[in-house]
């Protein structure tokens, strides 16, 4: 049994990415049969080995843990800002490498972006999700019915909630995440469709707060429904026909890994962080901040079915890498190697 210290920088986005990480992977370790405290900051307290997620934020606690324990294992977990930004010009973050015993990386086109000598400490650990259960997997069925049918519905124009086609994003909003590129997508719709954009999620910013706020007074085909528990972003994946991820950049976004389990169709923007989960010859990508190229994914999703079968085939065969059996695996053959 470890003494295991996971150090999660605390921020300002309820749900955020890295907190759901740090809390999934302290149950898994918990299961390993190891002893887990989970921390914003390292105090100094004994610990067999940290793992620390965030090689910038989480700099002057991996620091510390270096300098008063060197001779023990310390497991940095770069995120999509670490890989894709902070790497080139934070000092903190690049330390962060040098002392880390061994790297994570959420998917594994993250690799290419490391030096050859990070590269040879560093492991992909894709993010693992439950299985949906029997009740879910009812709603699932009733959800793929419907988008089955929306090429079959194109009389006249209407958004009524009886005869949508509901597509989710499940992203806080700012910056890197580009939220409301799917509300600017669903503006350029014509007005026969059938697509309804609800999007969850925090705004980390006044000004994204009355943007959303406006967009939802405004835009007849979007809502934003603001912050929600997990449970309920959940639920509303599960009533989604799709998901998209418009992101600037992701390590490796866990909202897809759910997506995938759920058997929910992705429209993502073509980076680095979606390429490495759904692979290279997934259909489902649209060019970064391309508002017209989502809302032609968007209109070929809704009047062409065979294309959503194609989207939701792919994401079931991609369905096993994400099981908490493998994540627990993964983790069981890294402690033991350190």
């Not at 995938?260 to 073509?270: F, K, T, W």
């Amino acid at each position: 049994m470890l003494r295991v210290q996971i150090i999660s920088p605390q921020t300002d986005a309820p749900g955020s990415g890295n907190a759901t990480t740090a809390l999934r992977w302290a149950r898994c370790l918990r299961a390993l049969g190891h002893r887990v405290r989970t921390a914003a900051h390292f105090d100094g307290r004994t610990a067999d080995v940290m793992v620390a997620l965030h090689a910038h934020k989480s700099a002057t606690s991996i620091q510390r843990f270096h300098e008063l324990y060197p001779g023990l294992p310390l497991i940095v977990a770069l995120t999509g800002t670490d890989v894709y930004r902070d790497l080139a010009r934070s000092a903190r973050a690049r330390r962060s490498l040098e002392q880390a015993t061994c790297l994570i990386v959420l998917q594994r086109l993250a690799l290419d972006e490391l030096e050859p000598r990070h590269r040879r400490k560093a492991v992909v650990i894709e993010q693992s999700v439950r299985a949906p259960n029997a009740r879910e997997r009812a709603t699932q069925r009733r959800v793929a019915s419907a988008s089955s049918m929306s090429s079959m519905s194109r009389g006249t124009a209407s958004t009524s909630r009886s005869s949508s086609l509901q597509v989710v994003v499940l992203a806080n909003l700012r910056y890197v995440k580009d939220p409301l590129r799917a509300a600017m997508a669903a503006r350029c719709l014509p007005p026969t469709s059938r697509i309804l954009v609800r999007h969850a999620g925090a705004a980390l910013s006044p000004a994204y707060r009355q943007r959303a706020r406006r967009e939802t007074r405004n835009n007849p085909r979007y809502t934003w429904l603001g912050p929600v528990s997990s449970q309920r972003a959940r639920s509303l994946l599960l009533q989604s026909a799709a998901l998209i991820l418009s992101s600037r950049l992701e390590g490796g976004a866990n909202v897809v890994s759910e997506a995938i389990v759920c058997g929910v169709p992705v429209l993502a923007s073509e980076i680095p962080g979606s390429v490495g989960l759904l692979g290279s010859r997934y259909p489902g990508y649209f060019p970064v901040g391309d508002t017209r190229a989502l809302a032609s994914l968007l209109e070929r999703f809704e009047n062409y079915p065979r294309f959503g079968d194609t989207l939701r085939r792919h994401v079931r065969m991609l369905a096993p890498r994400f099981s908490p059996a493998r994540e627990r695996a993964a983790w069981k053959k890294l402690l033991r190697a350190l």
